[in-house]
């Protein structure tokens, strides 16, 4: 079973996330994991160039591959990972899912599993509405979408930190001050776990 990790990160936070996904995937007999990174726009990237911490971040990446809508063909579940930008997904994230028309029109992504994870400045920076917009085209385009149920370690709490039933998350600050937590880390592999075991059950 090939389980796929596909992220986009500017400042490295989403990417954190993403790694613990991946380890927590890779916990699971019989599944191989794949990491891939969302296509930056030339763009953005122009303006990366102007910002060290960004720089140091996209260096960081350089050896991960851009994901491609056949690594999602190829793929027997996913999850996908985006910082949000005013409450919803990044425009980014949004390009890859809009590559997907094959896909959809031939139903190659049908039956298999998926969650979402992301990273907001804020407590209330959009972390619930991002993962559950990022749901849309995954239910469109016929996958079968994996939460993170209360049961989970950490779940229930009132600090200043991530974690929904919706998926994973994590706070960054105003100015990218801050890093995932270990509990935030934890429920990341949580569901990298639960996507990879389901899809196990499912696309065995």
């Known amino acids: 079973m090939k389980v796929l990790v596909v992220y986009y990160s500017m400042y490295g936070h989403t990417l954190k996330l993403a790694q613990a996904v991946a380890e927590g995937a890779g916990q699971v007999a019989g599944v191989e994991v794949v990491l891939r990174r969302v296509q930056e726009f030339d763009a953005v990237n122009q303006i990366i160039d102007q910002n060290e911490a960004a720089r140091a971040v996209r260096e960081q ?3 991960i591959p851009v994901c491609t809508v056949d690594d999602l063909k190829q ?34 992504m049908e039956g298999k599993p998926a969650g979402v ?9 959009g972390q619930e509405t991002t993962l559950l917009t990022m749901m849309v085209p995954l239910l ?5 979408v994996v939460g993170v149920p209360y049961s989970t370690a950490g779940m229930i709490h009132t600090e200043a930190r991530g974690g929904t039933p919706y ?14 937590q270990p509990e935030d880390l934890a429920i990341a592999r949580t569901l990298g776990q639960r996507v990879a075991e389901v899809t196990t059950k499912v696309r065995g």
Not at 88 to 94: E, F, H, P, S
Not at 167 to 180: K, V
């Open 61 to 63: 990446q350089q050896e």
């Open 75 to 108: 793929a027997d579940g996913v999850v996908f990972g985006s910082p949000t930008r005013y409450g919803n997904m990044t425009a980014q994230m949004k390009q890859l899912f809009d590559s997907t028309a094959s896909l959809w029109l031939n139903g190659d």
């Open 117 to 125: 994870f992301t990273a907001t400045a804020s407590t209330h920076g």
């Open 140 to 144: 469109h385009l016929g996958m079968l």
């Open 167 to 180: 998926g994973a998350s994590t706070i960054t600050g105003g100015q990218g001050e801050l890093q995932p």
